[in-house]
């Protein structure tokens, strides 16, 4: 994996604001390289360090391994979730 490209999204991560999130392509989009899959792959192997709840995929939702431990951070972020699942219309963050 291209170490750039994973310190490059790790930073994005790390800019999202509690209570928004950002999809998986959108970082792709905004970094102008890679794609929904590199980011995930970057955020399956390195994301433990930042606040990786505020990465979903487009639908709102996570791998169901994630959802449980995500629920309480969107809990106690105030992040807008229905059946959960992120409201990403309603949580996507400034700048996305």
């Known amino acids: 994996m291209d170490e750039e490209f994973t310190e490059a999204v ?3 991560v790390e800019q999202i604001p509690p209570g928004c999130v950002a999809t998986y392509g959108l970082i792709a989009e905004r970094l102008g390289r890679g794609g929904a899959r590199q980011v995930g792959r970057v955020m399956s192997l390195e994301g433990g360090g ?10 709102g939702s996570l791998p169901a391994h994630l959802v449980i431990d995500a629920q309480q951070h969107w809990r106690d972020e105030g992040t807008p979730v229905r059946s959960g699942r992120v409201i ?9």
């Open 88 to 96: 990403v219309k309603d949580a996507l963050a400034p700048d996305f």
């Open 10 to 12: 790790l930073e994005v």
């Open 50 to 59: 930042v606040p990786w709840w505020r990465v979903v995929r487009a639908d």
